[in-house]
């Protein structure tokens, strides 16, 4: 096979991955929905979202299909990050490479829930971040670790908000499709998706940081442990709302990136 013919077959996997991805996230912003309204009963996360799908007619396939597109995605991510773009700068190369491991292993983590559920050993709560908190508390120095966890998410979370303000993601998409209608909507789907995805993970890192400082793992938590924090806040419903809305803008923008020659 030509490298031609290598690069197409890695674009087409990548882009299907980001066609999966974009699913989760509207079960996710579906499901995040719910809760803001009170008529949630599962878990508003991925691992919630892989378990609303299984529920559904051909559920098992959909759910095999998730597993499948996630894993591809974080091959692409991989060897796009690593083997794709040459930059001429070393520290751009690192960013580059650090980057694309980080979002193979969030791809991957989806990827292995969903198989989890696929095979029959998932759970639909979500639980278990709190045990894996309270591991990491016990060893020396574990309280730092879990802090400096908690604020690298933030981190990550601030990150992201600024990617929606500062409208860096447009660079995803091509040329062609950034005037006109087409243009302002990617934009709108893009703001709003990074920005809700950005609040929703600093939660988490708080979360994190909070339980470092208190030493009570079971005050750390992922998704759903951040979304039901948003609803306890002032105006909560309202916020979720907003929050919810966005995950489901970020699911739509997976989709517009899909769709392009390279899914970067």
Do not use: C, N
Not at 178 to 207: D, E, H, Q
Request: hydrophobic share 50%; proline share 2%.
């Amino acid at each position: 096979m030509s490298k031609v013919d290598s690069t197409d077959v890695v674009d087409t996997a990548g882009r299907i991955g980001l066609i999966v991805y974009g699913v989760v996230h509207l079960l996710v912003g579906w499901l995040a929905l719910q809760l803001a309204f009170g008529e949630s009963s599962g878990s508003a996360s991925s691992t919630g979202a892989i378990h609303e799908l299984a529920s559904q007619p051909m559920g098992g396939v959909l759910v095999w299909v998730v597993a499948i597109g996630m894993f591809l995605l974080a091959l692409w991510r991989l060897e796009d990050g690593f083997l794709g773009r040459r930059l001429e700068e070393k520290s751009d190369r690192v960013k580059q490479g650090v980057t694309a491991g980080f979002k193979a292993v969030l791809y991957t983590v989806v990827g292995i829930s969903a198989l989890r559920v696929a095979m029959g050993s998932g759970s639909s709560s979500g639980g278990g971040s709190d045990t894996m908190t309270a591991k990491v508390m016990d060893l020396p120095g574990g309280q730092l670790l879990v802090g400096a966890l908690g604020l690298g998410i933030i981190a990550f979370g601030a990150r992201l908000g600024w990617i929606a303000w500062s409208e860096s993601f447009l660079k995803k998409i091509d040329g062609t499709d950034r005037g006109g209608k087409t243009g302002s909507a990617f934009k709108w789907l893009g703001k709003s998706g990074y920005a809700a995805k950005g609040v929703s993970i600093a939660v988490i890192g708080a979360l994190f940081v909070y339980a470092a400082a208190t030493h009570e793992a079971k005050k750390s938590g992922g998704l759903d442990e951040a979304l039901r924090e948003i609803l306890q806040q002032p105006f909560g419903p309202v916020l979720l709302t907003l929050v919810a809305l966005g995950i489901i803008a970020y699911g739509l923008f997976a989709f517009a990136r899909a769709k392009q020659d390279s899914p970067d």
